[in-house]
């Protein structure tokens, strides 16, 4: 790429996302627009750490944004995380089991190389879930689909809970 290729498309990066002052709050919705540019499907095996393994395929496959456009397998034990307040800060409940689990729905982002991803899974009674953490791990198998994002847009704010 020539130069001047290279500012026109460093200028689009930077209007990707609002500059805004320090004491300047951001917009009440901020919107990116992107293709997919390709789709990756995962699959981990037999007492696999999810979060590990994802964390290796984003790694290995030189991804720095994707959607996670769905998931499924079972699991032998998870570790999860969700809000237990309505008022700021957040405060996070943590949770963590050992048994045998359906993983019937994986979803969440990789912002800037970041894995940000919730899991919703079920057992004979009741179904639960939230923020994905390291511990859980893949009974008979698991597959998780990305769909992979332009590298050039600057997601690196859309999960900051400090950024309102």
Known sequence: MNTMTLLALSMLVS???PTLAADQAPPAVVTVSTEV???V???FKYKTDLLD???QAVKSEKIKNAVILSGVGSVISYHVHAVSNTTLPATLAYSEHAGPMD???VNGYVLTGR???HI???DDKKAFGGHLHEGTKVFTFAI???GVLDDNIDLSRFDDSNWR
């Open 41 to 43: 499907l995962i699959r």
């Open 144 to 146: 998780i689909t990305l």
């Open 37 to 39: 540019k390709r789709v």
């Open 15 to 17: 209007a990707a996302l």
């Open 103 to 105: 993983l019937i729905a």
């Open 53 to 55: 393994g994802l964390q």
């Open 115 to 117: 894995i940000h991803a």
């Open 120 to 122: 919703t899974m079920t």
